[in-house]
C-alpha cells in the first residue's frame, strides 16, 4: 500500500374479441386510479454500503451462488509490503506459504511497494508450480464493458478453482472500501470469494483500515477501483 501521505498503518440487474367480452364485464377503471410507483435502484452509495455490512461467513463456506475461500490471513508487516501480504493471503487457499519477507524480496517488493501486478503474476504460479494465472490489465478508467466481464467472469473462476485473485486498485478519496482514510491509496488486496445474489465480492485486505480483516464490496466497486492497474487471475 502507498498512500499520498507518508503514514504507517497495521500491517476490491389478447386477442380483440376477448378484450372486449372483458370490457362488457369489468367496469373502467376510474381515471384518478393512481399510477404504479417505480421502485427506485438504490443508489452506488447504498449499495455500497449494504455490502460493507453484510456478515462475513466462515472460510470456505459455499453454498449455491455463493462461495468463499479458507485462507491463512495476515495483515502487512510493514507500509509497503501488501503485495508480499495480498500474495501471500492467495497462496494460503492452495499451500503452506513462505514468509512476507520471502515474497517481497521475490517481487521484488521496496518502500515504494510492489511496482506491477504482473511481479505478482510470475510469483504466483512459480510458488505453484501452474500457469494458471494470468495478468490482467485494466487501463480504462472507467473500465469498458467488456473489461467488467472479464473481471466477473474470472472472479468466478478462480473462486470455483480454489484460486484467489490478487488486485492491484488506487482508492481516491471519493471510491474507497470501509475505513479508508480520506487521501488515495494504491494498495494490493485478494479476492476470496463472490455472492452473487446481489453481485458483491469478499475481500481479504491486508492494510487493517477496515473494522474486520475480510469484508464485502459490491463487484461495481472492485470494477472501479482497480483501473489503471490490473489482476492476477
Given at each position: 500500500m502507498r498512500i499520498q501521505e507518508r503514514?504507517?498503518?497495521?500491517?476490491?440487474?389478447?386477442?380483440?374479441g376477448l378484450a372486449l367480452i372483458a370490457a362488457t364485464m369489468v367496469p373502467m377503471a376510474s381515471s384518478a386510479?393512481?399510477?404504479p410507483v417505480a421502485v427506485q435502484a438504490p443508489t452506488a452509495a447504498q449499495a455500497q454500503a449494504a455490502a460493507a455490512a453484510k456478515p462475513v461467513p466462515k472460510p470456505g463456506y459455499s453454498v449455491q451462488g455463493l462461495k468463499t475461500l479458507n485462507i491463512e490471513f495476515q495483515y502487512q508487516q510493514t507500509g509497503y509490503w501488501c503485495g508480499p501480504a495480498a500474495t501471500r493471503?492467495?497462496?494460503s487457499a492452495r499451500i503452506s506459504p513462505p514468509s512476507q519477507q520471502q515474497l517481497a524480496?521475490?517481487?521484488?517488493?521496496?518502500?515504494?511497494?510492489?511496482?506491477?501486478?504482473?511481479?505478482?503474476?510470475r510469483v504466483l504460479n512459480n510458488h505453484l508450480g501452474t500457469g494458471w494465472y494470468e495478468t490482467k490489465e485494466m487501463p480504462n478508467d472507467p473500465?469498458?464493458?467488456?473489461?467488467?466481464?472479464?473481471?466477473?467472469?474470472?472472479?468466478?473462476?478462480?473462486?470455483?478453482?480454489?484460486y484467489p485473485i490478487v488486485a492491484n486498485i488506487v482508492a481516491p478519496a471519493n471510491n474507497h472500501p470501509p475505513g479508508y482514510p480520506n487521501y488515495t491509496i494504491w494498495h494490493y488486496f485478494t479476492v476470496i470469494g463472490y455472492d452473487t445474489s446481489d453481485m458483491t465480492v469478499l475481500i481479504a485486505d491486508p492494510?487493517?483500515?477496515a473494522p474486520t480483516a475480510t469484508y464485502w464490496l459490491t463487484f461495481n466497486q472492485l470494477a472501479t477501483l482497480i483501473p489503471p492497474k490490473g489482476y492476477s487471475a
Open positions: 503514514t504507517t498503518t497495521r500491517l476490491k440487474a389478447a386477442s380483440c386510479t393512481a399510477a493471503i492467495a497462496l524480496n521475490e517481487l521484488p517488493t521496496d518502500q515504494n511497494g510492489t511496482d506491477w501486478i504482473g511481479q505478482v503474476t473500465p469498458t464493458q467488456a473489461q467488467r466481464d472479464l473481471l466477473w467472469r474470472d472472479v468466478l473462476l478462480d473462486i470455483d478453482n480454489n492494510a487493517g483500515f
